[in-house]
């Protein structure tokens, strides 16, 4: 059974976190001030760490840098009232492996929390999943309806690309910085052909598309049809 640490001052949320996560299978250890979160965070073994930001006394931020510089390595899952991108970035800058903002539902918190429970403790990710799709990232296999797929090195990049951004619009100017990581300019025709290669082998007959061309902008993968 994962273990995870919830730290959150607010009572109420702080007990119907618990009570979900315990409902959905997760053994909950609870903290309502930063010092308590540390405290428990340093002396408790746990697979992730649910890390509100505002805290009195000692706030998630600081309780956060002060964990990854006595080198806890356990993703952190951050909830965030605010909602600037500034937040956001100097949340994962600061060691966040996830954010989330309130309010937020409760099913986008599990799965977010299942997302980052499925990478190792290095935070790397292990598995990536789209429908009847996997994509097992350190044997480097894909696996689409139980048959295994042979992949080029390229496609292989693009389509973890794709698993990582499901549901959302991917641009070529995206696929070209960072798949590519060489300007757009030349390289047109050179994604659309990839992608070309990739669809034929991923959406043999009888399979649903899965990579969705959005006109004029570049692709989607969409986990339902
Ligand atoms: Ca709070």
Same mark, same amino acid.
């Given at each position: 059974m994962p273990r995870v640490l919830v730290v959150e001052d607010e009572k109420k949320l702080l007990a119907s976190l618990k009570k979900g996560l315990e409902q959905d299978g997760y053994e909950v250890i609870t903290a309502a001030t930063g010092e308590e979160g540390y405290y428990s965070a340093t002396t408790e073994k746990m697979d992730g760490l649910i890390l509100d *930001? #505002? *805290? +009195?006394?000692?706030d998630g931020m600081q309780v956060l840098n002060d964990l990854r510089s006595v080198g806890f390595s356990q993703p952190v899952l951050i909830l965030t009232a605010k909602d600037s991108v500034e937040d956001r970035v100097s949340g994962l800058d600061g060691g966040a492996d996830d954010y989330l903002v309130k309010p937020f539902a409760f099913a986008e918190l599990l799965a977010r929390l299942r997302a980052l429970l499925r990478r190792d403790t290095t935070g790397r990710e292990l598995m990536l999943r789209v429908a009847d799709l996997e994509m097992d990232l350190i044997a480097r296999r894909v696996v689409r309806d139980g048959e295994e797929i042979e992949v080029s090195q390229r496609e292989f990049e693009l389509l973890a690309y794709f698993l990582r951004h499901v549901n959302a619009v991917v641009t070529r100017d995206m696929l070209a910085r960072?798949?590519?990581?060489? +300007? #757009?300019g030349v390289l047109t025709n050179v994604i659309d052909v990839y992608v070309g290669l990739l669809r034929k082998k991923v959406e043999r007959p009888g399979l649903r598309q899965l990579i969705h061309t959005v006109r004029g902008v570049g692709y989607v993968v969409r986990d339902s049809p």
């Open positions: *930001l #505002m *805290l +009195p006394g000692r960072d798949v590519w990581q060489e +300007p #757009m």
